[in-house]
């Protein structure tokens, strides 16, 4: 009853960009956080950054001063513009959201089926 849907993957040369979008929809009172992880095989999925209703953005040391999250919460949409690009951020990227559906329930962590992003060297 929770949906998220990203988009905005695909491949790119190493020092280009891409910004990928992910939209919540369903039954949902509010959200507290969204934000953005990726994972390669063999490895754990690891945070990429973050931001809250109120605006306040965290993000990984590798990806300061290229990465920028931003949250639209009329549309609770959360996105990531990626810039200067480089091999290693290859990945398939995940949104998350940490929605809650009533004043009444706990908050519960959703995902999307996530995207991939190929940065060719």
């Known amino acids: 009853q929770v949906q998220l849907v990203e988009s905005g993957g695909g491949l790119v040369q190493a020092g280009g960009s891409l910004r990928l979008s992910c939209a919540a929809s369903?039954?949902?009172?509010?959200?507290?956080?969204m934000g953005w992880y990726r994972q390669v095989p063999g490895k754990q999925r690891e945070l990429v950054a973050d931001?809250?209703?109120?605006?306040?953005?965290n993000y990984a040391d590798s990806v300061k001063g290229r990465f920028t999250i931003s949250r639209d919460n009329a549309k609770n949409t959360v996105y990531l513009q990626m810039n200067s690009l480089k091999p290693e951020d290859t990945a398939v990227y995940y949104c998350?959201?940490?929605?809650?559906?009533?004043?009444?329930?706990?908050?519960?962590?959703?995902w999307g089926q996530g995207t991939q992003v190929t940065v060719s060297s």
């Open positions: 998350n959201a940490r929605i809650f559906r009533s004043t009444l329930t706990p908050r519960y962590d959703y």
């Open positions: 369903g039954s949902i009172f509010g959200i507290d956080s």
């Open positions: 931001v809250t209703s109120g605006g306040s953005t």
